[in-house]
């Protein structure tokens, strides 16, 4: 079983920087897909990124895509996601996910394809 934890989240003013780690364990991290969703106040979790296991191809949504960066350290079985020029909009809870079993040339950008789930970290952007 996959378990996911994300650290990283908090508080910054518009126009800073954040950088979100999500630690997984169990499983071969390195085949995994692996994603960063975000749910705001009231409103449904949304795509934002995913990073592929076999090729670190990488896959934005367009609302972050200039600005965040998704990552992988295989060595350490984490993902990053690298926040620039935060916009209040980006207030939210992130979190990241794993496929455990992705299909080739799989981005994997719906919820829905997500096996396993981390707990979700708060980032709050103030204007």
């Known amino acids: 079983q996959v378990q996911l934890v994300e650290s990283g989240g908090g508080l910054v003013q518009a126009g800073g920087s954040l950088r979100l780690s999500c630690a997984a364990s169990?499983?071969?991290?390195?085949?995994?897909?692996m994603g960063w969703f975000r749910q705001a106040p009231g409103k449904e979790r949304l795509f934002v990124a995913s990073?592929?296991?076999?090729?670190?191809?990488?896959y934005y949504s367009d609302s972050v895509k200039g600005r965040f960066t998704i990552s992988r350290d295989n060595v350490k079985n984490t993902v990053y996601l690298s926040m620039n020029s935060l916009k209040p909009e980006d207030t939210a809870v992130y979190s990241c996910?794993?496929?455990?079993?992705?299909?080739?040339?799989?981005?994997?950008?719906?919820?829905?394809?997500?096996?396993?789930w981390g707990q979700g970290t708060q980032v709050t952007v103030s204007s």
């Open positions: 996910a794993a496929v455990v079993n992705p299909r080739p040339f799989d981005y994997s950008t719906a919820e829905s394809q997500y096996d396993s």
């Open positions: 169990g499983g071969t991290f390195r085949t995994f897909n």
């Open positions: 990073i592929v296991g076999r090729t670190g191809s990488t």
